[in-house]
């Protein structure tokens, strides 16, 4: 068997997205999603300039040697770009691959370990009040997992807040727009914003809540104890992970669950927070984190320190990367939860799928693959329209802060 044809595809149905298709000499394709927000065409790039060439001709059936042979291959390992660029082409040829079997991916993996994924969903509001009426609305929709954010009183634009629109989308600027930040607000203000969600829900919907690494380790420290009496899910990303070493003093002061990973692409960056136990939850996905392959790799280490999984799963991630999500998270043992950020139903339509939601849940098909396939014509009636994930900086000086 051999690679035949290999097309990047880029579009903008309502947001950028990038897609890899691959084509085989039995007729066989597989898809797989390059999407890196804000930096899509470096990717496309990497992929139609250095990563096609070597693939044309290839056996798909050797995922393993492709990917090593991209890896290291390369000599220059890791980073968002490359690592994208290797995880769209291992999630087409293990499409390929299910594909030949006759099999949902998640059989290949080894079947079926729960019946379907318990997602969470994004409840946001401009004030504690609005948050709540979301937060009640999604338990109504049948969430048993809700993520809470609200505006900070004093602060005009805050991550996770859409002040136009009931939808969130982080890349709202064709250059970056600025945030304002003041960590003192934020932190007076999160708590508050969770006492007022945990008594209006009750007690049985898990709460969970994105930092988006804008805490200092102290601060961070700070948060998830006075959080504690809301039980959360998780905190989310409390500081930048960039050094995991920072995590230990977090750690030692609060029992509120982490989750850390959505920007990671290796299992490098996740080794020593697994291996201390320093997080409860690795957010690495399939797209950034070299497909499912490398995936494969972090959730197992994670499983011996029983740390579980949650996927990234913002709409910056495309169809496709839900798709293999989730026969990942319907197989893999140590599965936490899966983000589930809808996606606009123009996006979705150039992404035929056989997913689908019901009551908090999500659930991968029965087709052979992964059972995400992109409607190339369709695609080609959105172009690429440049955008940018916004910028923080510090309401008092204007210092540019982490976002
Ligand atoms: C999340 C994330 C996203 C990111 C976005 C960046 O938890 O869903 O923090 O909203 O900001 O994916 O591209
Ligand atoms: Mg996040």
Redesign the pocket.
Known sequence: MKITAARVIVCCPGRNFVTLKIETDQGLTGVGDATLNGRELAVASYLQDHVLPCLIGRDPQQIEDIWQYLYKGAYWRRGPVTMSAIAAVDTALWDIKAKMAGMPLYQLLGGRSRTGVMVYGHATGRDIAETVDEVLRHREEGYQAIRAQSGVPGLEKVY?VSTTQRMYEPADGNLPNEHDWDSAKYLRHTPRLFEAVREAVGEDIHLLH?V?HRLSPNEAAQLGRSLEPYQLFWM??PTPADNPQAFRLIRQHTTTPLAVG?VFNSIWDCKLLIEEQLIDYI?ATVTHAGGITHLRRIADLAALYQVRTGC?G?TDLSPVAMGAALHFDTWVPNFGVQ?YMPHSAQMLSVFPHDWRFERGMLYCGETPGHGVDIDEKLAAKYPYQRAYLPVNRLQRDGTLWDW
């Open positions: 996770g994105d988006h989310e990303d959505e957010r990234h913002a983000e």
